[in-house]
């Protein structure tokens, strides 16, 4: 059975042509960049050409490029730096529905001493903008909100966001792991001063990430060492990884015009023809601005792990925003910060398309999800409930 | 992704008894919406009005919740109403041939609807939900006082849970019952709770030290205590500890898991030291070894 794979948000396909150019770099071509002789000069060319490809895509210089082992460390980096940097202030800004690898952090923050804000949501996961503009305040030493949301995909107005806290002299910085490659992104004409990028999401291996730091922002590495990066991240580089993802960020540039059409035209038809056949469905955040590859959809009276292993019997590969998913025992934080009701929080399934997401795929999906859902309606004491009154 | 047994996949896949008996004798329902399961269960009895002839289910819930469930149904066929109530979680866990520790509430799911049918049946008064966030009236007779708000869980039904599957840290309490899994605000008293399981396990006669020991006695005294005494109140904590050496009246251990690097593992050294001087002799020095 082959596997139709919609789980993009989480890890994503290394595109071909992108393992191709990493290749040599392990059993041939595995000079240490930092090394004097020509063996290992050559794998800096590459190295070096890698960091434009990505400036290139982000619209930043290559100086401004700093390589990380995964986004997780960017973000980590780009927080702890600005608390050190301003070691007088103690407040830190972020958004309930931030990925762990930002929350996480900033929660620790406070059993340290530090204000932590936590921005809400509206019903459609849009950020509460008056809500941020009275948190900034001159103790804000960081304000760190993702570009776009990895569960509902919702976008936030990052630029706005950006001025409101440049306004204050705090540092910004955004996580912008599932916005890149899916939106167009222009750092040159931003006020934005950090931002993560990984490279698994857009058909690089996992294990690389970007730090974006913008020239003349105050930075303290969190890696001491050698002087790899120009001493912001010392360790050898992963020179493979780092070679891949420059060739995917240039693939990401090329193809940003069928994420936002092609791709979305098969996210807007999973969707519409979803909402078409099964009663009582939500689109989580179907009101804000999204990207266009991200479908979470609810199902009311029934619960997101069944679905998930039902659909995992075809091959179809989602995932949800269930409880019994991840082991935790309530639904995920994203959606209950949007106050989605529990009658279908529980019910969340969350389809992330890619550029080889093809048609046949998403008929199969339409096709196979409403007997899916009704059968488990069946066999749900509220799902009878429900079916009796249609 | 879950490690599922092939039993727990097939009862999931193709499960057994689901619907419902119009003419049903007992009827048990637990958990909501809210919660993220719910478990409807259906009763027939024989003309005895002794042994269940039928048994038909409703599930909302995840994989191991409708497999819970299918199995329970499955298990009780033919069985009388006393024999069914012998039935507990991990036999239902047992039948499936085990479940993912963090998914034994399941099986504790399908045992609550069992004993609240059952007990209706009887005649026993059965609260009905009255919270949204209700889950599990097993004692109906009982009343008992919400500990988890979040999941609406009574301290009797945690005891009972406590006790019956030899719970020990309240991570287990949670994986069994939910309890804590929500803002995590009752887990103190969750602690407090298999503390408590603990001491009833271990009914305590007075313990005096006593008056002259041989080395050979005191150094299994010491040991004694250790498992008796201290051990089960750092499992309750997440921590434990073990005994690396004995020499006279120094006593040398050492903390483990949740203890080890523990800020305040100084504190619980002077604890264990105090608990080891009343019971067993006075000059007794516990230091705490990194090893």
Not at chain 1, 263 to 268: G, P, T
Not at chain 2, 129 to 158: M, N, R, S
Not at chain 2, 227 to 238: C, F, S, V, Y
Not at chain 2, 251 to 258: D, H, L
Request: aromatic share 6%; proline share 4%.
């Amino acid at each position: 059975m082959k596997e139709i794979y919609l789980d993009n948000n989480a890890t994503t396909k290394v595109d071909e042509a992108v393992f191709e150019e990493m290749r040599p770099y392990f059993c041939e071509l595995y000079g240490n960049p930092s090394s004097m002789h020509f063996f290992g000069g050559q794998v800096q060319q590459k190295v070096d050409e890698a960091r434009r490809r990505v400036a290139a895509l982000l619209g930043a210089s290559p100086d401004e490029i700093i390589f990380t082992a995964c986004g997780t460390e960017s973000d980590n980096a780009a927080i702890r730096s600005a608390l050190e940097v301003f070691p007088e202030k103690r407040h830190v800004i972020t958004s309930r529905v931030e990925h762990p690898a930002v929350l996480t952090q900033c929660r620790n923050l406070t059993q340290k001493g530090y204000r932590v804000s936590e921005i809400g949501v509206d019903s459609e996961g849009r950020l509460d903008m008056e809500e941020l503009k009275a948190a900034v305040d001159d103790d804000t030493a960081i304000v760190t909100l993702m570009y776009a949301n990895n569960e509902t995909g919702v976008i936030f107005p990052i630029e706005e966001i950006a001025a409101i806290v440049k306004a204050k002299g705090a540092l910004f910085h955004t996580d912008a792991v599932q916005a890149v490659g899916k939106v167009p992104i222009n750092l040159a004409a931003s006020k934005i001063d950090m931002l993560s990028l990984s490279g698994h999401k857009l058909h690089a291996p996992k294990g690389i990430g970007v730090l974006y730091l913008r020239r003349g922002t105050p930075f303290r590495p969190f890696l001491v060492g050698g002087h790899q990066e120009k001493s912001r991240r010392a360790g050898t580089e992963n020179a493979a990884a780092i070679i891949a993802l420059g060739k995917a960020c240039e693939l990401a540039g090329q193809s940003m015009t069928i994420e936002n059409t092609q791709v979305k035209a098969l996210r807007d038809r999973l969707q519409s023809e979803l909402m078409a056949r099964i009663p009582h469905a939500r689109i989580n955040g179907g009101a804000a601005e999204r990207l266009p590859n991200t479908l979470n959809i609810a199902f009311e009276f029934v619960e997101g792990e069944a679905i998930l292993l039902l659909l995992n019997e075809l091959g179809i590969c989602a995932s949800s925003g269930s409880a019994c998913t991840s082991g935790s025992l309530e639904p995920s934080h994203v959606l209950r910060a949007m106050g989605v009701p529990f009658t279908c929080a529980h019910g969340s399934i969350r389809f992330s398309l890619s550029r080889y997401t093809t048609d046949a795929e998403i008929d199969t999906v339409i096709r196979e999800l409403p007997p899916i859902i009704a059968h488990l309606r069946q066999m749900s004491p509220f799902g009878r409930e429900f079916l009796k009154e249609q | 992704m879950w490690d599922y047994t092939p039993t727990v996949k097939e009862h999931f896949l193709n499960p057994r008894n689901v619907g419902d008996i119009p003419d049903a004798d007992a009827v048990g329902e637990v958990g909501s919406l809210a919660c993220g399961d719910a478990l409807k269960l259906y009763l027939k009895l024989d003309d005895n009005k002794d042994k269940i002839v039928d048994a038909k289910f409703q599930t909302f819930g995840c994989a191991s919740a409708i497999a819970s469930s299918s199995a329970l149904t499955e298990m009780v066929k033919g069985k009388t109403l006393d024999e069914a109530l012998a039935i507990s979680n991990q036999d239902i866990a047992e039948f499936l041939g085990g479940l993912p520790e963090e998914k034994m509430h399941c099986s504790v799911m399908g045992q609550e609807a069992l004993e609240v049918a059952i007990a209706k049946y009887r005649g026993h008064e059965v609260k009905p939900h009255d919270h949204d966030h209700d889950h599990g009236p097993a004692y109906p007779d009982q009343e008992g006082t919400i500990v988890c708000k979040c999941f609406g869980i009574t301290d009797v039904f945690l005891k009972k849970v406590i006790e019956t599957n030899k719970l020990t840290t309240a991570e287990q309490v949670t994986h069994f019952t939910k309890a804590g899994g929500g803002c995590g605000g009752c887990i103190p008293r969750i602690k407090e709770l298999i503390a408590e399981v603990m001491g009833n396990q271990q009914p305590e006669e007075p313990r005096k030290r006593p008056e002259k020991l041989s080395n050979m006695k005191k150094m299994q005294m010491i040991q004694e205590v250790l498992e008796r005494d201290i051990r089960p109140l750092l499992w309750a904590d997440g921590g434990d500890l073990e005994l690396i050496d004995i020499d006279g009246p120094k006593v040398q251990v050492a903390f483990r898991k949740a203890c080890a690097g523990c800020a305040s593992s100084g504190y619980t050294s002077r604890v264990v030291e105090q608990k080891l001087r009343d019971l067993v002799a006075e000059d007794i020095v516990v230091e705490e070894v990194t090893a």
